[in-house]
């Protein structure tokens, strides 16, 4: 990097960490380090959901997914995201918030009983791992691409920078510092997104230029292509996976479902705040495909041969061939923001669940505030630990954003069923629910085993409606059962 772009940088890092280990003073017992004290304002929690959604995954994998796919990549935001959030700020999130729980198991463990809320947690907490590992794996990506270094020594570092603050401030020092990496993450991200555009003589000069790559490069301008594509193979994002696997099944599930989103809402001040942090948040996500998707679908005119050996490297390619010096400072340190982001927020909601859903409720109950502070804490640790880890697993995807989605479509069906059954039918019990999570866990494992026919946004489809429906097949099960189990006692 030039002088410059390394002074930008070493700023951001040191102000982050500063003000990260101020706020993790303010620490002293677990609801302060899980939920920041039920504190939190609206426009700060609706930065910090925007930011740890994008973040680093955004960046590169979604980059890449633009530049493998077209524009059909902006689904991920304006289909998998606005509609749900807003339906979540309306009905879902004040509902969290006025339970007081801590988590999304234990909400549903009140309907569903205790094997639920712990296997829910497991599940959790395991995925969220291997989230990490994404997340670690974008950052040796970038910065191998952009600094040159050796990808383990990205991911060591960026895992002790993170591991820092996070660990000692918990939810608050994660949402208070999203919201300054919200801020530099769009500046960075428009800005490359602005001299891109400009490079390749705006949308005229990118139409002929993908008229002239051939008929598979045209449908990169589709939001919606079909199935089969012209080249004769399986379109990347097909639109019955779009609209039934993402809108109606992976995009509410994660918005309604997913600790690291529900989370920063259940610290809110009250319910309202709640509510309004989903709707400014979804306000904030319309503008995302700009930053993120315009840049990788221009760069299948920009960088050909780069993209296709590896699409993971475009955003950093791009970055440092199209950005001039100081520039590429606010950048490298946007995407810095991103990946902090994404790392803290998953760290902390996993520690969350494996401490207040398995530990605190299984193993070790009655205990001060301060023991599950710690136990908390060093939980976090473990985590960035297993998401190190995680990177070899994660490097066999062809995108990172298909990794991160397709460990989505695992758990996410069964979950969104669930949480329907919950809020809506207000029946079924421990059985319903146990017989809805794992058949709906089964069923998503089964179909991935036959991966090269079935699109993962169509299995966490298929997934949704066989968990449906053994939720309502146990429920009315256990239903016809009670009456004679009544009249034996």
Known sequence: MHPIDTVVVALYLLATLGLGLWL?????????????????P?????????????????MVGGTAGAFEHGISQANFEWIGCVPAMIVGGLLFIPLYWRTGVYSIPEFLGRQYGGGVRALLAVVSVVFMGAALGVFFQASAAMMETVLGWDAWFSIVLTAI?????????????VVITDVIQCIVLFVGGLVLAVVGYQEVGGWEGLTQALDAAG???QEHLELLPPRVGADGQESGYPWSGVLLGLGLVLSPAYWLGNQAIVQRTLGARDAWHARASMIFGAALKTIVPIAFVLPGLLAVVLLPEIGAENPNGVYGELVKRFLP???RGILYAAFLAALMSSVDSYTNSAATLFTRDLYRELWVRGREERHYLRVGRLTSLVLIAFGVAMVPVVASFATLYEAFQSYLSYFQGPTLALILGAVFLRRGGPRAGLLCLVGGIATAAILHARAESIHWLNIAWWSFVVSAALLVMGTWLGEARRPKEETRS
Not at 24 to 40: C, I, K, N, P, W
Not at 44 to 53: F, H, K, Q, T
Not at 165 to 170: F, P, S
């Open 24 to 40: 993790a003073r303010r620490v002293h017992d677990s609801e302060q380090f899980f939920l920041a004290g039920r504190r939190l």
């Open 42 to 58: 609206f426009w700060a929690i609706g930065m910090s959901l925007v930011v740890s959604d994008i973040g680093a995954l955004e």
């Open 161 to 173: 920078v993170v591991a820092v603050y996070t660990v000692g401030g918990g939810l608050g020092a």
């Open 215 to 217: 008929a598979s490069k």
């Open 325 to 327: 010096v100081g520039l």
